[in-house]
């Protein structure tokens, strides 16, 4: 069994910075991509940010320059460090992961964030 385990959500400020963290723990496969996707209410879950084992990383446009997502612990946690936030990044953010082998995608439970002065 695989989990998700996100931390590092909360309230900042336009302009402001946070960082979100993600741990995996289980049996995961070696060829894998981590990242991680937002869900705004009312508004579909969205893409934001993906890191393969491989080094490809990867940004929806409305973050590049501002979001950077890495990855250590061999592989199994997965950071995004947000840098001058946004109103319009406020959503709920969740930990992802598709194991290339088994073909199979996890999630995280959500973690908020929130950007309001």
């Known amino acids: 069994q695989v989990h998700l385990v996100e931390s590092g959500g909360g309230l900042a400020q336009p302009g402001g910075s946070l960082r979100l963290s993600c741990a995996a723990s289980?049996?995961?496969?070696?060829?894998?991509?981590m990242g991680w996707y937002r869900q705004a209410p009312g508004k579909e879950r969205d893409v934001v940010a993906l890191?393969?084992?491989?080094?490809?990383?990867n940004y929806v446009g409305s973050v590049k320059g501002r979001f950077t997502i890495s990855r250590d612990n061999g592989g199994r946690t997965v950071y995004l460090q947000m840098n001058s936030l946004r109103p319009e990044d406020t959503a709920i953010y969740y930990c992802y992961l598709y194991d290339r082998t088994n073909w199979f995608e996890y999630w995280g439970q959500g973690t908020q964030v929130t950007v309001s002065s």
């Open positions: 890191h393969t084992t491989r080094g490809s990383i």
């Open positions: 289980g049996s995961i496969s070696s060829n894998n991509d």
